[in-house]
């Protein structure tokens, strides 16, 4: 496969660290210093179907295929408003396409495992153009006075078209079953039969366990798949990486032993935007001019599961 479009939408509301420190025990200086987040945008009066759609009608435009031109919709989505449907019939609806959609909630790690089903897909159906939507509002999942978890988050949608090609040179994903690590559990509708206790609450997460699950598997994920495509850390050309916090991202960058300049960075704006931050990362490069045709990027990702992916793509735009 390769890609042939991007693009992304965020929520209009800038949320400060200085906001952060009217309702809760903690500072800018502590934010930016523990993670390089400086803001991040969160979702006030919008809905995520409606950026998930911008985000996919942009990537659309970007690649130059109309609706009717999509011949499957993949969507990464941990939650939304809608328990169901799955919010890629609900893109589907708003982009006006009439191809199938599938629902994916793999987490952080989304889009990796979404581009590694796309390039199924085009090699044994008859595909041409596959949409890739990758939309999260990690806000409506916080305790927002856990000031450990929440400062971290920020919402946004990404998206991707990808056609047939030959740009995918290695993909590798993995989920090792670690729930404790970080999760979140809501209470479901009451029922005459129930007798069980149910919790309901925002995301729990072991932030020094995540950090070391973050930087250990990344690091074993990227080894792989530069031995898969037989090439090593230097003929990278840039590391697209899940963008969480600069230190997981710094810590990679020392195991490479690659210039900082090859690992861009927009946590500092946006905090982590879950699935989207790849892709969203992606098309903030693509449009401004920062990608070069025949460059080797490596993407790698991680989140709740735990789950972990990589690949190394040829950015052919
Ligand atoms: N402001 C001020 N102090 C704080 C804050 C805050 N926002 N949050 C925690 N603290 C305090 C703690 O209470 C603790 O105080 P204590 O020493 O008195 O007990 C102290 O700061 C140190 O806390 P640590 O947890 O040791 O801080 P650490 O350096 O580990 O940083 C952090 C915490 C930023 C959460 C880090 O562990 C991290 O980034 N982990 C990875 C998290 C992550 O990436 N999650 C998402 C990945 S998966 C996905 O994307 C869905």
């Known amino acids: ?5 991007t693009g992304s939408a965020r929520p209009s509301l800038v949320v400060t660290n200085a906001m952060l420190e009217n309702f809760l025990d903690t500072s800018d200086e ?3 210093t523990r993670t390089g987040i400086h803001e991040r945008r969160v979702i006030s009066s919008e809905n995520l179907e409606d950026l998930a759609s911008t985000a996919a009608l942009r990537a659309m435009e970007d690649a130059g295929v109309t609706p009717e ?3 499957f919709i993949i969507c990464s989505n941990v939650v939304n408003e809608y328990v169901t449907p799955g919010l890629g019939c609900i893109i589907q609806g708003k982009i006006g396409a009439t191809c199938p959609t599938m629902d994916i909630n793999c987490a952080c790690t989304g889009f990796i495992y979404a581009l590694d089903i796309a390039e199924s897909y085009l090699a ?3 595909m041409k153009n596959i949409l890739i939507v990758c939309a999260e509002e990690p806000s409506r999942m916080m305790n927002w006075k856990d000031r450990s978890s929440c400062i971290l988050f920020g919402d946004a949608a990404g998206a991707a078209v990808v056609t047939k090609g030959d740009d995918l040179k290695a993909i590798r994903l993995s989920t090792h079953c670690k729930v404790e690590a970080l999760y979140q559990k809501r209470k479901l509708q009451p029922t005459p039969f129930l007798t069980k206790e149910e919790s309901d609450g925002g995301v729990v997460m ?3 366990d995540v950090f070391k699950l973050a930087v250990s598997s990344s690091i074993k994920d990227i080894d792989k798949v530069l031995g ?3 090439i090593t850390a230097d003929d990278i050309d840039l590391y697209v990486l899940h963008q969480a916090n600069v ?3 710094e810590a990679i960058q020392h195991f490479v032993k690659q210039d900082r300049s090859k690992f861009p960075v927009n946590l500092n704006k946006y905090g982590n935007v879950s699935s989207a931050s790849i892709p969203a990362l992606l098309d903030d490069l693509n ?3 920062k990608l070069r045709t025949g460059e080797m990027l490596l993407l790698s990702a991680f989140g709740a599961g735990f789950t972990t992916g990589a690949c190394i793509l040829r950015w052919s735009k």
């Open 124 to 126: 044994t159906k008859d």
């Open 206 to 208: 072991n932030g020094q």
């Open 1 to 5: 496969m390769r890609i042939i479009g």
């Open 30 to 32: 502590w934010i930016v």
């Open 228 to 230: 898969m495509a037989g």
């Open 247 to 249: 230190r997981i991202i």
């Open 287 to 289: 449009r401004g001019n």
């Open 69 to 71: 031109q999509i011949d």
